[in-house]
């Protein structure tokens, strides 16, 4: 039991060192390169989808900053196509629409073959596109 507690602190404690790397990138004149950097910190730790989520929240909160076409970050979350990413990245939607992740949703559905996945993405981004403002 204590390991489990153990496991889940130093997950939080990844978590908290993403936020703050991703926090850091932003300022920095290109941002791209450096989340390339972080990206390949993420890669070489094995970093599950518990970083897609910090991402997508980071991406929500700086909608305007530019994340590249697509970026490191949409490669690095892609990488958990079927693994739970679709999910993560419809909650993201959910919660506050920006042009970016709205593009990946669509990268998702373009890529995705089996006809009730697709439709289910197609349903979901029907939802977003009742929001009145994407920033």
């Known amino acids: ?32 390169s450096e989340a390339d950097s972080v990206v390949q910190d993420l890669v070489s730790s094995h970093a599950g989808l518990e970083a897609v989520t910090v991402i997508l929240n980071f991406m929500e909160e700086n909608p305007k900053l530019d994340f590249g076409t697509p970026g490191p970050l949409v490669h690095f979350a892609e990488g958990f196509y079927g693994s739970g990413y679709e999910k993560e990245l419809l909650a993201s939607l959910s919660r506050k629409p920006i042009p970016h992740t709205v593009w990946m949703l669509n990268r998702v559905i373009n890529g995705t073959k089996e006809p009730s996945e697709r439709e289910q993405l197609i349903k979901g981004w029907k939802r977003i596109w009742r929001v009145e403002n994407l920033e």
């Open 1 to 32: 039991m204590a390991g489990s507690g153990c496991h889940l602190l130093n997950q939080q404690m990844k978590t908290n060192e993403l936020t703050s790397r991703l926090g850091r990138a932003r300022q920095v004149a290109d941002f791209v």
